[in-house]
């Protein structure tokens, strides 16, 4: 079943088409990434997704609403969240009260109730901190829990960013280059926590430029060039499409 469909879309920039007439989808429980050279437009395409952007043109259904005008903080509501390029963290608070912070949208007690300091209030704080943990450990940051976020590796920041997004329980989950800047390693440890998402069966659209990390991970891939979706398919089917080969190597397969 599909939870997110993409029909048509198109984002202009005084008349430059940086997204032209892209449509794909992605079923639930699956693992998705879009590729493509540097300027293919895969990180606009995500912003209109996640409503940074307003689309110029087509549409976005999501779980069976149109969410296609909403603005990013009613998309975020409505269960899609995602992470950016260069990490957004709150870095002069601990990394605990980072996540805490992605827990707290899902909280019922309102801004009374934390005034008034009621019973019900203190029971959701030491649950949203043990579900805090639980999350935490799922990375293997629970023993740095009272640690800066800024004092983390970068490597770290990246799981921490991830796991922020996951407090608010997203019914998709949107990385924008996920390993980026992180070792091989750390990349590979990444993946495996991804993989690990999956079986829970957690929905993932991301961006990735590490193509050992797409083929680890890809249910399909979605490929744009110049704006324009020039393929998609499983991990297998796209590391031996000519016009994929052709826009990463500016050649064709068969050239000398």
């Known amino acids: 079943m599909e939870l997110l469909t993409v029909n048509n879309i198109c984002k202009y920039f005084s008349g430059l088409k940086a997204v032209d007439d892209v449509s794909f989808n992605v079923k639930k429980g699956e693992i998705v990434s879009i590729i493509g050279p540097n300027g293919a437009g895969k990180t606009t395409l995500f912003n209109v997704i996640s409503g940074h952007y307003t ?26 969240t995602r992470t950016f390029q260069n ?47 639980e999350l935490l450990k799922q990375v293997n940051l629970e023993n740095k829990c ?8 970068y490597g770290e920041q990246r799981r921490l960013e991830i796991i922020r997004a996951l407090a608010s329980k997203p019914k998709l ?25 999956k079986y829970e069966e957690i929905t993932i659209l991301l961006i990735e430029h590490n193509m050992r990390v797409v083929m680890d991970i890809s249910d399909r891939v979605v490929v744009l060039d110049h704006g324009v979706k020039i393929a998609e398919g499983k991990a297998h089917e796209i590391q031996s499409n000519e016009k994929v080969i052709e826009a990463y190597l500016g050649r064709r397969k068969n050239s000398a």
Request: some cysteine; glycine content about 4%; proline content about 2%.
């Open 146 to 153: 009272m640690e800066y976020a800024n004092n983390l590796s």
């Open 173 to 197: 989950l949107m990385l924008d280059e996920p390993t980026a800047g992180m070792t091989m390693q750390e990349a590979m440890e990444l993946v495996q926590f991804i993989n690990h998402l």
């Open 87 to 133: 990490i957004r963290l709150f870095s002069n608070l601990t990394v605990l009260e980072n996540v805490m912070i992605g827990l707290h949208t899902k909280l019922k007690a309102s801004i009374l109730d934390s005034l008034l300091n009621i019973a019900k209030t203190k029971e959701e704080e030491v649950q949203c901190y043990d579900n805090a943990m």
């Open 55 to 80: 689309a110029t043109k087509g549409k976005k259904i999501f779980d069976g609403k149109d969410i296609t005008d909403l603005p990013a903080y009613k998309t975020a509501e409505v269960g899609i």
